[in-house]
């Protein structure tokens, strides 16, 4: 079917393999399965202008892997399948100001996207039937990810190297980009949802869970704001993208925001300072709602 993704996964546990093969078949993706690191070089050297999407598992081999897919100067979306976690907090709710492991053969989220960029997305093997939304959502943030030295593993200091590897990441989403509109007639289809993933859909349990989760990620967005803290717009980047694939309406982040500025509120007083400095902060409400609005727009298929 030419509506169809095509995916590239590399996963060593023959039970875990056979698990994300069965949720793939279920979908509209073609993949192609692959059995060795060596196996998997290859096959992205030669077929890199057909893959859409990559899906690994996070073994302690990923680093060698990641360093070769860099030394091909190849980045791709981008999935990697975490080790079992008996208590995962929802898919759209893991944190993102996680801190990078000891462990330096088994990097966690945050290192992987150093090791190769900032759009890798992260499931455990309890979350595989999300597998193909998170591909959805992979493939959008890739095409969205900024060329420059800090969103890839690109060395400081190393200008050469840190051109290289924007003029191929550019390549690489224009490539896949065109690939998604002339496949799929809009660019737009990159941000497909799962409407079983709405917030109107899921439980009240889940639905307060999420809502606790945006607040506490809109208060650090709050507290920064204003700060010289360079990782804000990527705070506010991946606090629209949860609320986007939930289908969060505007009017719920006016009342996330409002519920903080009436605690700040609160705090000031007992401190006997003065709460017009809240005031400032509709600019990070405006600042976020235009994100969303943005989102959603683009989502619209255009017309022909």
């Known amino acids: 079917m030419p509506s169809q993704l095509s995916i590239c996964t590399f996963v060593r ?3 875990l393999g056979d698990a994300l093969e069965q949720c793939l078949e279920d979908t509209r993706h073609a993949h192609t399965r692959l059995f060795s690191e060596g196996e998997l070089i290859e096959y992205v050297d030669q077929h890199r202008q057909q893959i859409d999407c990559l899906v690994v598992e996070q073994t302690p081999e990923i680093s060698e892997l990641l360093g070769k897919l860099r030394q091909q ?5 981008l999935v990697a399948i975490g080790e079992s976690m008996a208590q995962s907090p929802p898919l759209e709710l893991h944190s993102k100001n996680e801190e990078e492991t000891d462990n330096l053969d088994r990097p966690n989220l945050t290192g992987i996207r150093r090791l190769y960029h900032d759009a890798v997305l992260e499931v455990t093997a309890e979350q595989l039937q999300e597998v193909p939304s998170v591909i959805n959502r992979a493939i959008a943030k890739f095409l969205e990810l900024s060329t420059t030295q800090k ?4 060395q400081p200091g190393n200008a050469i190297d840190a051109i290289a590897i924007q003029n191929s990441l550019k390549r690489q989403q224009r490539r896949l980009a065109e690939k998604l509109k002339e496949r799929l ?3 737009g289809v990159y941000y497909k949802r799962d409407p079983k993933n709405f917030f109107r859909r899921l439980s009240y349990e889940k639905q307060q869970d999420l809502l606790d989760c945006l607040k506490k990620d809109y208060e650090d967005i709050i507290l920064t704001y204003f700060s010289d803290d360079e990782g804000t717009n990527s705070k506010i ?8 694939f939930a289908d969060i309406s505007v009017s719920q982040i006016v009342e996330i925001h409002m519920e903080l500025m009436e605690e700040f509120s609160k705090q000031l007083q007992l401190e006997g300072r003065s709460e017009e400095i809240l005031l400032d902060y509709r600019l990070t409400l405006i600042d976020t709602i235009a994100h969303l609005c943005e989102m959603y727009r683009r989502s619209i298929p255009r017309e022909s």
């Open 13 to 15: 546990s023959a039970s």
């Open 73 to 77: 100067k190849t980045y791709l979306p």
């Open 151 to 154: 969103s890839t593993s690109a």
């Open 185 to 187: 007639g809009y660019l």
């Open 237 to 244: 980047d991946e606090f629209v993208n949860i609320a986007f």
